[in-house]
């Protein structure tokens, strides 16, 4: 997901065009955890959201989350990522987890777990999110970071 989601922001800039680093350090969803708030019914998105999915509001506040939550469901992912040029470039080796996260706010979010055994990982467990190096290298030998979770 934390790959699909890298893919949709960079198809934001055109085929080829490089991504200035200064545009992912502006990134707060990547580092701090900042999503949404619905200044009408308060609810809550991560990562920001245009409008509100709840009551369609336009008028919405920055919100940080907090980073900690449970983990709702996981998977092991144990086949190498493969995507041409990408499997050098991402800082994880296989078998590496994936988990849907609960946060304590209520928004799930879709990220690696990392410094964990596969057998320490359970639905239900409490994980806090840390910010790690995602990428490095490639075309543009930009080091990418962004939010991982650990078990808490
Ligand atoms: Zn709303």
């Not at 200064?22 to 990134?27: A, F, G, I, Y």
């Not at 144990?78 to 928004?107: H, K, T, W």
């Not at 690696?112 to 639905?123: F, P, S």
Request: proline fraction near 5%; charged fraction near 25%; aromatic fraction near 8%.
């Amino acid at each position: 997901m934390l790959a699909a989601q890298e893919q949709q922001r960079s198809s934001t800039f055109s085929e080829g065009e490089k991504v200035p680093a200064r545009t992912w350090r502006n990134m707060p969803s990547f580092y701090n955890l900042t999503g949404s708030r619905c200044n009408g019914c308060s609810h809550l998105e991560f990562p920001k959201a245009a409008a509100c999915r709840k009551c369609g509001s336009q008028d919405l506040s920055e919100h940080s989350f907090s980073g900690t939550g449970k983990i709702e469901t996981y998977t092991i992912i144990r086949q190498p990522f493969n995507e041409e040029g990408m499997a050098e470039q991402l800082v994880c080796s296989s078998p590496y987890a994936i988990a849907i996260v609960r946060l304590d706010e209520g928004p799930m979010i879709t990220a690696q777990l990392a410094d964990c055994e596969a057998g320490e990982i359970a639905i239900g467990k409490p994980v806090k999110a840390v910010l790690r190096k995602i990428s490095e290298g490639g075309d543009d030998g930009l080091i990418r970071y962004g939010y991982k979770f650990v078990l808490a």
